[in-house]
Each structure stands twice: as C-alpha cells, then as structure tokens.
T-cell receptor
Framework: AQSVTQPDIHITVSEGASLELRCNYS??????LFWYVQSPGQGLQLLLK????DTLVQGIKGFEAEFKRSQSSFNLRKPSVHWSDAAEYFC???????????WGAGTKLIIKP | KAGVTQTPRYLIKTRGQQVTLSCSPI?????VSWYQQTPGQGLQFLFE???????NKGNFPGRFSGRQFSNSRSEMNVSTLELGDSALYLC???????????FGPGTRLLVL
C-alpha cells in the first residue's frame, strides 16, 4: 500500500541550530516528492519538490531535501533555523499515474529561543 | 497569477444545518482537491475533481459531496452537520492532479 511516514510528531530545536525532518515513503511507481509548510490557521505552502534529476533539491526559505531511493526517504534540512520557521511540515508523495497526493501526518517544529 | 481562493474564510453553523464552501483554483488548473484538517486526524483527503468529474474520493460519509463547474471552480457541501465536522477545510488546485498542488487559505468551520 502507498504510504508516507513522518516518524516525528514534534521536534524542538534551538534557534540557529540545524534541522532535519524525516520522511519515508512506500510507493510502487517512481514518485514525485513534496514538502509543504503550514503556519497556524493557514493553508499549506510548497517548500520544494522532486520530480527527477539531481537528488538534492533546493527550496524556498533556505530549505533543501535529498531524495534517497535506496532508503525510500526524502528528508528536509535547514542549516540554521529561525524563529519564523516554527510551523507544521508535511511530506507528500505523488505520481503521474495517480491523481492525488499521499500525505504524511506532519511534524510540528518548535523553536527554542 | 492569482492564487487559490476559498470563501468564506470562517463559518459558524449549528448541528443539523448544511453548509457550502467554495474554491476558485489558479487560472488554467483543472484539478481541484478538497481536504479536511483536524488536530486529531490530521490532513484527510475528501475528493478530487477534474474537468467537472469526480476522479477520487476519500473515506467520508455521503453527507460530504462536491461538484466542479465548467470554469473549474468547485464547491463542497456538507449536509446534516455534526459537531465532529468542525475543521479547517482546504482546497488545492493543480494542472492535472498528481503533481504540485497549490493550496488556498482554507475555510474554518465551527459546528455548535
């Protein structure tokens, strides 16, 4: 079955520290991979996406993610977090042969001052 | 291009009433997906429309329905509202459906 797992429900990091949010997927076809961010009470904003090519993709707000096919992972990273990065982050998987995205449960990022 | 718009942004209803939410996709996008988001259940897929046809449906009761018009605008309707229907309802549009989705700000529904 197709699924996306974000193993961390909450993550707390200090401002200025590095961040890695994990995403693992189970998908039969070659996937499209996405990371979205949601601030409280808002819609979801696309951070970055991977369709093909270079497995390290750069996104907005200084985020990057690396696709590792052998590990079925698409982890999100940022070298130095800012208080404004506090939000919920969602990983999603799709495919050209499907018409909907499969979503992870989300990881809530808390920033310590 | 203008982004995805949803109206209304906030809504208060009482149990047993019905509600209609509207979504206008990005110009040129033919696929519209609807999601329900609650603190306990996370982001749950309701249904997806493409060219006025429902292509995918999530695991929700028949009280939840939708439609799409020829201009790709979409509405979702919830009849006989229950307290548990209180949620943020998100609409997302994309060109064909399985690729990048762009989200609206959501409609927050409170059922009393």
């Amino acid at each position: 079955a197709q699924s996306v797992t974000q193993p961390d429900i909450h993550i707390t990091v200090s401002e200025g520290a590095s961040l890695e949010l994990r995403c693992n997927y189970s998908y039969g076809a070659t996937p499209y991979l996405f990371w979205y961010v949601q601030s409280p009470g808002q819609g979801l904003q696309l951070l970055l996406k991977y369709f093909s090519g270079d497995t390290l993709v750069q996104g907005i707000k200084g985020f990057e993610a690396e696709f590792k096919r052998s590990q079925s992972s698409f982890n999100l990273r940022k070298p130095s977090v800012h208080w404004s990065d506090a939000a919920e982050y969602f990983c999603a998987v799709g495919a050209n042969s499907n018409y909907q995205l499969i979503w992870g449960a989300g990881t809530k990022l808390i920033i310590k001052p | 291009k203008a982004g995805v718009t949803q109206t209304p942004r906030y809504l208060i209803k009482t149990r047993g009433q019905q509600v209609t939410l509207s979504c206008s996709p990005i110009s040129g996008h033919r696929s519209v997906s609807w999601y329900q988001q609650t603190p306990g259940q996370g982001l749950q897929f309701l249904f997806e429309y493409f060219s006025e046809t429902q292509r995918n449906k999530g695991n929700f009761p028949g009280r939840f329905s939708g439609r799409q018009f020829s201009n790709s605008r979409s509405e979702m309707n919830v009849s006989t509202l229950e307290l548990g229907d209180s949620a943020l309802y998100l609409c997302a549009s994309s060109e064909q459906g399985g690729e990048t989705q762009y989200f609206g700000p959501g409609t927050r529904l409170l059922v009393l």
